[in-house]
């Protein structure tokens, strides 16, 4: 079944169970996604929704960091709410160890050497990792292993 799909059925259980949180949430992915099409003039992929997925959780994440550091925690507790709606629709997160497997197979894949090569790395892991990792930790985890 097709992303869209999934979401499209799930805002229907969502609205007969009348889930405030989970109809609103996905009803926001939606209209990104939406706007995303109307924008580019294209229909997205499922690894298209994946990235507006991921954008949208990423967001919700330091929306969280903020409501907490100013001492907003019923704020904090709803945009934590709307990660876990989030997250059911990305694919199954990677492991640690399945990270730092794939990060040396993109050195060995990539050739790179040093930090310089750091880019070429990033561009054979991005496809393979895209939704499944947060891409900051990643990113620093490649650093590491180029240092």
Not at 103 to 132: K, T
Request: hydrophobic share 45%; aromatic share 2%; net charge negative.
């Amino acid at each position: 079944m097709a992303l869209i799909d999934k979401l499209k059925e799930e805002q229907k259980l969502a609205m007969k169970a009348k889930d405030k949180i989970r109809l609103g949430t996905i009803r926001l992915a939606m209209s990104a996604i939406k706007q995303r099409e109307v924008d580019e003039r294209i229909t997205l992929t499922d690894d298209d929704i994946v990235a507006v997925l991921t954008k949208m959780v990423k967001q919700r994440r330091d929306s969280v960091a903020q409501y907490e550091s100013a001492g907003r925690q019923d704020l904090a507790d709803a945009e934590s709410n709307e990660i876990t709606v989030l997250k059911e629709f990305m694919p199954q997160a990677l492991t640690d160890d399945e990270v730092l497997q794939l990060i040396d197979d993109a050195i060995i894949a990539s050739g790179a050497q040093s930090m310089q090569d750091m880019g070429n790395v990033m561009a054979v892991l991005r496809p393979q990792i895209q939704g499944r990792a947060d891409m900051g930790k990643v990113s620093g985890l490649v650093k590491s292993k180029l240092t």
